[in-house]
Antibody, heavy 117, light 107 residues
Framework: EVQLVESGGGLVQPGGSLRLSCAAS????????MNWVRQAPGKGLEWVSY????????YYADSVKGRFTISRDNAKNSLYLQMNSLRAEDTAVYYC??????????WGQGTLVTVSS | EIVLTQSPDFQSVTPKEKVTITCRAS??????LHWYQQKPDQSPKLLIK???QSISGVPSRFSGSGSGTDFTLTINSLEAEDAAAYYC?????????FGQGTKVEIK
């Protein structure tokens, strides 16, 4: 079964850091581009970051550029999001999603990040 | 940044009715427009890719059309299980963007 499972969310103070992980199974992880998408409570979807299958190409939304770092370990079938200098507006459920061509076909269940003092 | 504007924001519909949701892009995106369904407390699910291409396992009552700047998601003969939020998403140019969402409620 194709599956993505996020972990690492939790409560963090403003200015703090958190590292999210996304474990992939049921497919050849190294062949796929991956993304992080977030959803603030009661709000819509917001694309956060993209990484190519090899990890050589990376993009970020302006809202997180310079604070978040996406990476992957194809040997461990895992995707990561290192989040630094967290702000209240980063509070959201964070989803990892597998990209086909342009569409996001496979999504994880999400992990909640709450930034609050 | 390409802005996607969906209409309506909310729709209350009777079962078996036809639902039409539109998504307008602030500039031409060709057919690089995808539709997702998100039920409460669930992850988004891909319904339609590249404006009109069907997805395996998605009921045939869901269809999409459009190109350029104007796109439509149609749900023929709405069923109770279709109560959800629906989002459009463009992959024409970075940053990728989503519409604000349309919530469909069953009367």
């Amino acid at each position: 079964e194709v599956q993505l499972v996020e972990s690492g969310g939790g409560l963090v103070q403003p200015g703090g850091s958190l590292r999210l992980s996304c474990a992939a199974s049921g497919f050849t992880f190294s062949s796929y581009e991956m993304n992080w998408v977030r959803q603030a409570p009661g709000k819509g979807l917001e694309w956060v970051s993209y990484i190519s299958s090899s990890g050589s190409t990376i993009y970020y939304a302006d809202s997180v550029k310079g604070r978040f770092t996406i990476s992957r370990d194809n040997a461990k079938n895992s995707l990561y999001l290192q989040m630094n200098s967290l702000r209240a507006e980063d509070t959201a459920v964070y989803y990892c999603a597998r990209q086909e061509f342009g569409e996001l076909l496979v999504w994880g269940q999400g992990t909640l990040v709450t930034v609050s003092s | 940044e390409i802005v996607l504007t969906q209409s309506p924001d909310f729709q209350s519909v009777t079962p078996k009715e036809k639902v039409t949701i539109t998504c307008r892009a602030s500039q031409s995106i060709g057919s690089s427009l995808h539709w997702y369904q998100q039920k409460p407390d669930q992850s988004p699910k891909l319904l339609i890719k590249y404006a009109s291409q069907s997805i395996s396992g998605v009921p045939s009552r869901f269809s999409g059309s459009g190109s350029g700047t104007d796109f439509t998601l149609t749900i023929n003969s709405l069923e109770a299980e279709d109560a959800a939020a629906y989002y459009c998403h463009q992959s024409s140019s970075l940053p990728w963007t989503f519409g604000q969402g349309t919530k469909v409620e069953i009367k």
